[in-house]
C-alpha cells in the first residue's frame, strides 16, 4: 500500500472517530411529539444526523461505493439540523414505526424509505399485490401528515434480464407506487418517479438474497421551498 492510501485510510478513519465522539459528547434524547424518542439533532446542525446519513449511505450507494456513501452520509447529516433537520427525523421515526418492513434512513436533508419489491409486486410484475397496498397506504398517511416536502419515487431492479427491459420495468413500478400515493391522499404536485433499472444495486445479484434487495421501490424525500425558508 503506498503512502497516498494509507492517508486516505487514516483520514477516513479519523473522520468516522470524530464523528461517533461528536455524537456521543453533545447528542441527548428527546421526546418527539408523536411519543416516539429520537436522538435531538436540533442544536449544533444537528450532530446525531451523522449516525443514520451514515445507514443511508449503505442503503441508497451503489455495490462498489458503499463505504464512500456511507462517509458521505455521515458528513452530510452532521449538517442538516435546525428546522428541516427536526422536522425530517420527526418523519423518520414515524416511517419507521408505520413500515417496520421498511428500511428508513436519512441523509442529510433527505429522508429514505425502502420497500423490496418483493414485498409489493410479484416477479416480472408492475402491478402491486393487494395484500401489499396497505403498506403504500401507510406510508401516504405519513406524507399526508408531513406536507412541507417533495418525494420521489424511484424504482430499482435486479441484473436479471436486459438493462432495456429492466429500465422499463423500474419505471412502471415507480409509477404503479406514485398514483397509488395519489389514490391514498398525497398531492401530486409534490410525487415525481424516476427507474434506475439494474444500475444501482446496494447488494450483490450473484445472490437470491441480493437480488431481493436490489429489487426495490425507494422513496426520496426532501424539503419544499416552504420548510427550507424556515430553516433560515
Request: hydrophobic share 35%; aromatic share 4%.
Amino acid at each position: 500500500m503506498n503512502g497516498r492510501n494509507r492517508i486516505s485510510r487514516w483520514f477516513v478513519k479519523s473522520i468516522g472517530v470524530v464523528l461517533a465522539s461528536m455524537l456521543l459528547l453533545t447528542a441527548g434524547c428527546a421526546t418527539n411529539p408523536d411519543g416516539t424518542t429520537e436522538y435531538k439533532r436540533t442544536a449544533i446542525g444537528a450532530l446525531g444526523g451523522a449516525a443514520v446519513g451514515a445507514g443511508a449511505g449503505a442503503l441508497i450507494a451503489g455495490s462498489g461505493h458503499r463505504g464512500t456513501g456511507a462517509l458521505v452520509g455521515g458528513a452530510v447529516g452532521a449538517l442538516a439540523g435546525g428546522a428541516i433537520g427536526n422536522y425530517m427525523d420527526r418523519q423518520a421515526a414515524e416511517m419507521k414505526r408505520q413500515l417496520p418492513e421498511a428500511a428508513v434512513a436519512r441523509e442529510g436533508d433527505r429522508l429514505y424509505v425502502a420497500l423490496p419489491s418483493g414485498i409489493l409486486f410479484d416477479v416480472d410484475k408492475s402491478d402491486v399485490r393487494p395484500t401489499a397496498k396497505d403498506s403504500i397506504a401507510r406510508a401516504a398517511e405519513v406524507l399526508v401528515k408531513y406536507p412541507d416536502t417533495y418525494v420521489t419515487v424511484e424504482g430499482h431492479t435486479d441484473s436479471t434480464g436486459k438493462p432495456e427491459y429492466n429500465q422499463r420495468l423500474s419505471e412502471r413500478r415507480a409509477d404503479t407506487v406514485r398514483d397509488l400515493l395519489i389514490q391514498y391522499g398525497v398531492p401530486a404536485s409534490r410525487l415525481s418517479i424516476k427507474g434506475y433499472g439494474m444500475s444501482n444495486p446496494v447488494a450483490d445479484n450473484s445472490t437470491p438474497e441480493g437480488r431481493q434487495s436490489n429489487r426495490r421501490v425507494q422513496l426520496e424525500i426532501r424539503p419544499n421551498e416552504k420548510l427550507k425558508a424556515q430553516q433560515g
